[in-house]
């Protein structure tokens, strides 16, 4: 019975190890909302590649942690016109920046990458959870949620989540990377958004004025102790179309006036039928991208932003129109004629590319 009950206690720990760090990352302890003091590398490899020529593509930290797919993802941007990786350090479910991610982000600069970290802000089932208190709650108290009741919400307006999620990017910025990416900076857009209780928003204020708070809070906070740091947040494609904020507080003018790096998300298939005159956007990827970007150009007007407009462009297939080497090279070439420089980054949610896609070196 000894030797049952020692295997038993032995399984029970590794899964709490599997869970807890989940291999590749560090998940906070319920009390904290900070991070401890980290010590950054004394000296990483330099970085040759400007924030205004980054071509990048997209890997989730589960993907990198594995040393094949890492080593395939550089192979491909060693050997094309690529320049840069971004690498999800916080996700809804979690913070990743163990000591396997420092190594990841030296390695990418030895290599001459762009190491981009990717964080997602105020959907956040792991602080919901630990920190119940700063998320949306339903009328009768339960935890509110949206995607069908997948993902959980902090507080937009929460000052103490603002600064969770500052002192996760100097982290980030401490262990190496060149840029912060700052993804769903906004209020939630799907399910029931007028039956959240929020602990902190009072329902009152513009939402795109909480926002543009947050925008400024943000960034000015991490440059306080990082002024070098390139800061980019991404908006619904939406946002340079419509100056409105959405419903969801996302005002381009807003992010151009903060941010280094301002990224719609311009996915052709995240459009609805009737957008740009056509039936199905999807099978349109040039106007689509060429008309979103000169529409946020008209909405900036005589701003005088210095802000790099990059886009997320789509490398996947959905709803039965088929993206390939042909239909991505056709949104890269829209973003140029649309007024961007030769700047973008590539969204694949299977992290698996087409090296054709891209051009050799």
């Known amino acids: 019975m000894a030797w049952k009950v020692i295997i038993i206690i032995t399984v029970v720990l590794a899964l709490a190890v599997f869970f807890g760090f989940r291999l590749y990352g560090i998940?906070?302890?319920?009390?904290?909302?900070?991070f401890s003091e980290h010590s950054p590398t004394s000296a990483f490899?330099?970085?040759?590649?400007?924030?205004?020529?980054?071509?990048?593509?997209?890997?989730t930290a589960s993907s990198v942690s594995l040393p094949s797919r890492l080593k395939t993802l550089i192979n491909l941007i060693k050997r094309t016109e690529l320049n840069a990786l971004v690498v999800d350090i916080k996700d809804t479910d979690g913070v990743y920046l163990g000591a396997n991610m420092e190594r990841i982000v030296t390695e990418l600069r030895t290599e001459g990458i762009y190491p981009i970290a990717r964080m997602i802000a105020f959907q956040d089932n792991d602080l919901a959870a630990r920190r119940p208190d700063l998320a949306l709650h339903t009328a009768s108290g339960t935890l509110w949620?949206?995607?069908?009741?997948?993902?959980r919400w902090v507080d937009p307006a929460s000052r103490e989540v603002w600064d969770y999620n500052v002192g996760i990017a100097r982290r980030a910025l401490d262990f190496g990377f060149a840029e912060v990416n700052f993804d769903y900076i906004r209020f939630p857009s799907d399910g029931d958004t007028e039956d959240p209780v929020y602990p902190v928003y009072d329902g009152v204020r513009y939402k795109v004025d909480v926002m543009a708070e947050f925008f400024h809070y943000l960034t000015s906070e991490i440059k306080k102790?990082?002024?070098?740091?390139?800061?980019?947040?991404?908006?619904?494609?939406?946002?340079?179309?419509?100056?409105?904020?959405?419903?969801?507080?996302?005002?381009?003018?807003?992010?151009?006036?903060?941010?280094?790096?301002?990224?719609?998300?311009?996915?052709?298939?995240?459009?609805?039928?009737?957008?740009?005159?056509?039936?199905n956007p999807?099978?349109?990827?040039?106007?689509?991208?060429?008309?979103?970007?000169?529409?946020?150009?008209?909405?900036?007007?005589?701003?005088?932003?210095?802000?790099?407009?990059?886009?997320?462009?789509?490398?996947?297939?959905?709803?039965?129109?088929?993206?390939?080497?042909?239909?991505?090279r056709t949104e890269i070439l829209a973003a140029i004629d649309g007024g961007s420089p030769n700047t973008w980054m590539m969204w694949n949610p299977s992290n698996i590319y087409n090296p054709i896609t891209f051009l050799l070196k």
């Open 225 to 279: 102790t990082n002024p070098n740091a390139i800061l980019s947040a991404d908006l619904f494609a939406y946002s340079f179309l419509r100056d409105d904020g959405l419903g969801v507080g996302q005002r381009l003018e807003n992010a151009a006036a903060e941010f280094d790096v301002v990224s719609p998300m311009i996915y052709p298939s995240h459009f609805a039928n009737g957008n740009f005159g056509f039936d």
């Open 145 to 151: 949620t949206s995607g069908r009741g997948k993902y």
């Open 27 to 34: 998940s906070l302890p319920a009390s904290l909302l900070q």
């Open 45 to 59: 490899p330099p970085i040759t590649v400007s924030f205004r020529d980054v071509r990048a593509v997209y890997a």
């Open 282 to 328: 999807n099978k349109h990827p040039y106007e689509v991208v060429r008309q979103t970007l000169e529409s946020g150009r008209i909405l900036l007007g005589n701003s005088t932003t210095t802000a790099v407009i990059r886009p997320w462009l789509q490398d996947f297939s959905l709803s039965g129109v088929s993206y390939g080497p042909v239909e991505v």
